[in-house]
T-cell receptor, first 115, second 117 residues
Framework: AQKVTQAQTEISVVEKEDVTLDCVYETRDTTYYLFWYKQPPSGELVFLIRRNSFDEQNEISGRYSWNFQKSTSSFNFTITASQVVDSAVYFCALSEATSGYALNFGKGTSLLVTP | DAGVIQSPRHEVTEMGQEVTLRCKPISGHDYLFWYRQTMMRGLELLIYFNNNVPIDDSGMPEDRFSAKMPNASFSTLKIQPSEPRDSAVYFC???????????????FGEGSRLTVL
């Protein structure tokens, strides 16, 4: 069963628009971690953020922000004032104690930012 | 510090041939993971090791796949015999374990792109 669902397969926006990437997860663990990774066209996986299940505080880093809501099992990612360089595939991932904290990835959302 | 190092970066081989992918984790990291990425299935965990011991290999697709970690600084993923459907990007990742609550980030190598003709 898919534990991490990224319902948006592809998103296309025009530069300077805000865009939110959705992530819904499923777990029975009380201790778990959520991640976002970016995969640019060059192919490497770039770590963006990690949140633990005990910390629901939203986080902002520059143009990036994350909204973690345990009540809806969601960990959404917003890019403000998007730029062409943000074009990439973004992966949400879950790690659980019962799985040895291995990362379980969603299918990814491909974001295209056009000028 | 050097990151996770994978080799080869690209491999093209013919069906039936043996393929060996290599990974050197970050020094001091005691968890190592092998992932496979395809368009159809996304990023799948194949196997992971803790202190060189395989912990969960339930993601290994078939007996044609095997992975070893003879020491803390080296791991291999072998496919024998290879098939066209094995064509994918294979990522190795490592992290530092903690004795209590997990906090370590997973560091990924640049991946090995395998094409089986």
């Amino acid at each position: 069963a898919q534990k991490v669902t990224q319902a948006q397969t592809e998103i296309s926006v025009v530069e300077k628009e805000d865009v939110t990437l959705d992530c819904v997860y499923e777990t029975r663990d009380t201790t778990y971690y959520l991640f976002w990774y970016k995969q640019p066209p060059s192919g490497e996986l770039v770590f963006l953020i990690r949140r633990n299940s005990f910390d629901e505080q939203n986080e902002i880093s520059g143009r990036y922000s994350w909204n973690f809501q345990k009540s809806t099992s969601s960990f959404n990612f917003t890019i403000t004032a998007s730029q062409v360089v943000d074009s990439a595939v973004y992966f949400c991932a879950l790690s659980e104690a019962t799985s040895g904290y291995a990362l379980n990835f969603g299918k990814g959302t491909s974001l295209l930012v056009t000028p | 510090d050097a990151g996770v190092i994978q080799s080869p970066r690209h491999e093209v081989t013919e069906m039936g041939q043996e393929v060996t992918l290599r990974c050197k984790p970050i020094s001091g990291h005691d968890y190592l993971f092998w992932y496979r990425q395809t368009m159809m299935r996304g990023l799948e965990l194949l196997i992971y090791f803790n202190n060189n011991v395989p912990i969960d290999d339930s993601g290994m697709p078939e007996d044609r796949f095997s992975a070893k970690m003879p020491n803390a600084s080296f791991s291999t993923l072998k496919i024998q015999p290879s098939e066209p459907r094995d064509s994918a990007v294979y990522f190795c990742a490592s992290r530092q374990g903690t004795s209590s609550i997990f906090s370590g980030e997973l560091f990924f190598g640049e991946g090995s792109r395998l094409t089986v003709l």
